[in-house]
């Protein structure tokens, strides 16, 4: 499972409210990943990390923030909290290897949180 | 950014093989074909990836199709357990990100 863990797993919040969603790994991997995941969507990429403090947007940033001060811990912040932003939210990290003529990452995902904005 | 198609959802009877298509008619050259695959109230779990080449492995076999523009996920025997929703996935414009579709949702029946 490449020793990912999310905290916390269920959260159920108001809107208005800043919400920390915070993703850790042991295994010193470079690249970390915040996606969220909902019904009709799949997954969808908000924020990467490429080092610490080395963050760029994906997909759906808006309303979002992310912080990377240690290898390990990947932080994702919903400033203010709006009910369009009730998902489950997947942290993934990078292993990259390769072969042939190509270069590629295997994504490991945490188990999730499921985030409620009411 | 390579755009892949699958079905929406397939069936299979427990024990039987399964085929899983895939269509990347815009990959790029470089681009690797992989494969995801989410159990029900879980996180994408890795199933397997490829380039040219057809690839085993214990969980699946991978079909590349010779001109890449389409791909098969093979499970060799099917158990009830292979229930999940399956990706097939490529690299998106933002980096190293995966860019994941809808998937296909396999169900299998006993």
């Known amino acids: 499972d490449a020793g990912i863990t999310q905290s916390p797993r269920h959260k159920v919040t108001e809107t208005g409210t800043p919400v920390t969603l915070r993703c850790h790994q042991t295994e010193n991997h470079r690249y970390m990943y915040w996606y969220r995941q909902d019904p009709g969507h799949g997954l969808r990429l908000i924020h990467y990390?490429?080092?610490?403090?080395?963050?760029d947007k994906g997909e759906v940033s808006d309303g979002y923030s992310v912080s990377r001060s240690k290898t390990e811990d990947f932080l994702l912040t919903l400033e203010s909290a709006t009910s369009s932003q009730t998902s489950v939210y997947f942290c993934?990290?990078?292993?990259f290897g390769g072969g042939g003529t190509g270069f590629t990452d295997t994504q490991y995902f945490g188990p999730g949180t499921r985030l409620t904005v009411l | 950014d390579a755009k892949t198609t699958q079905p929406n959802s397939m069936e299979s009877n427990e024990e039987e093989p399964v085929h899983l298509p895939c269509n990347h008619s815009?990959?790029?050259?470089?681009?690797?074909i992989h494969w995801y695959r989410q159990l029900p109230s879980q996180g994408p779990e890795y199933v397997i990836h490829g380039l040219t080449s057809n690839v085993n492995n214990r969980m699946a076999s991978l079909a590349i199709a010779e001109d890449r523009k389409s791909s098969t996920l093979i499970l060799h025997r099917a158990t009830l357990r292979d229930a999940a929703v399956y990706y097939c996935v490529s690299n998106s414009n933002s980096g190293y990100a995966l860019n994941f579709g809808k998937g296909t949702s396999l169900l299998v029946t006993p």
């Open positions: 993934a990290i990078s292993v």
């Open positions: 990390s490429y080092g610490v403090k080395d963050t």
């Open positions: 815009t990959i790029s050259g470089t681009d690797y």
